[in-house]
């Protein structure tokens, strides 16, 4: 995978048990550093999507660095128990040593969420704030934790830990990650022990923050909810994105994958 390459879908299917549709966009970012590579064949899916973060081209290093050690484990070791586990801390670890030109330690980072579907049994792993959405007979639900100071804050107002004024002094100080690839001893880990089992017409969304943060929840259903196809609901995230036109727009990444057979 090179630098310029950012997403790889190899494709083995024929026959029509699953769809899946792939999309990036590199925003008004002067880099791409989402990266994504995905498999597919008859019987099973997987699929992983980095949004790397460092400056200059680190975050682009490690996102790269990341999808290709965590596709190493999947492809010699996804026969064993809690693989992803494994396969997360030992990427966690690698990404952590990254040496630059200098010697120095690169300190560059990424977010990763990894799914693997076999016979419509899901499995996931993810650290940072790129999501998994399960989307099902017309709602869309989050599968995945944001490891984030926002997501942190939000959650202890909700529980009542925070008060409104406390909540709203906390969201000015910003949101950045509690848990990412390549700090050096992952803090906070999504990993589902036991596989979902998927039912014919359940969606797959996995996507970077550049989508969720673009397109809330809501317009993500409702695209879901009136485009037949994996394709054109890509297309249809790509053109609404597009019209916002935001100065800002960060690299977006996003994976679709539909069951259309149990």
């Known amino acids: 995978m090179t630098e310029e390459q950012n997403v790889i879908f190899d494709d083995w299917r024929t026959g ?10 590199i925003g008004k970012r002067e880099s791409q550093q989402d990266c ?6 008859d019987s099973s899916v997987f699929a992983v999507l980095c949004d790397g973060m460092g400056g200059m081209n680190g975050g682009q290093i490690a996102s790269h660095t990341a999808v290709e050690a965590f596709l190493e484990h999947y492809q010699y070791k996804s026969s064993e128990p809690e693989w992803m586990k494994q396969a997360v801390l030992n990427t966690d670890d690698y990404i952590y040593r990254i040496r630059d030109e200098e010697g120095k330690l690169l300190r560059a980072g990424t977010t990763l969420v990894a799914v693997t579907l076999n016979k419509s049994e899901l499995k996931w792993v993810s650290v940072g704030d790129s999501r998994l959405y399960v989307y ?3 709602e869309l639900i989050q599968a995945t934790t944001d490891h984030s100071y926002f997501a942190q804050i939000r959650s202890q107002h909700e529980d009542g830990e925070l008060t409104d004024e406390e909540y709203l002094n906390l969201r000015r100080e910003g949101d950045g990650l509690l848990s990412f690839i390549g700090m050096g001893g992952i803090r906070m880990m999504d990993f589902n022990d036991k596989p979902v089992q998927l039912m014919a017409g359940d969606t797959l969304l996995i996507c970077s923050d550049g989508l ?9 259903q409702e695209i879901l909810n009136n485009c037949e196809s994996v394709d054109t609901v890509t297309q249809e ?13 960060d690299n977006y990444t996003y994976i679709l994958i539909k069951v259309m057979e149990e």
């Open 16 to 25: 029509k048990k699953y769809e899946v549709s792939v999309f990036s966009g």
């Open 212 to 220: 969720w943060k673009t397109l809330q929840a809501d317009q993500l």
């Open 136 to 138: 099902r007979q017309g």
């Open 36 to 41: 994504a590579y995905v498999a597919a064949n």
């Open 237 to 249: 995230m790509n053109r609404r994105i597009g019209l916002l036109d935001r100065k800002d727009q």
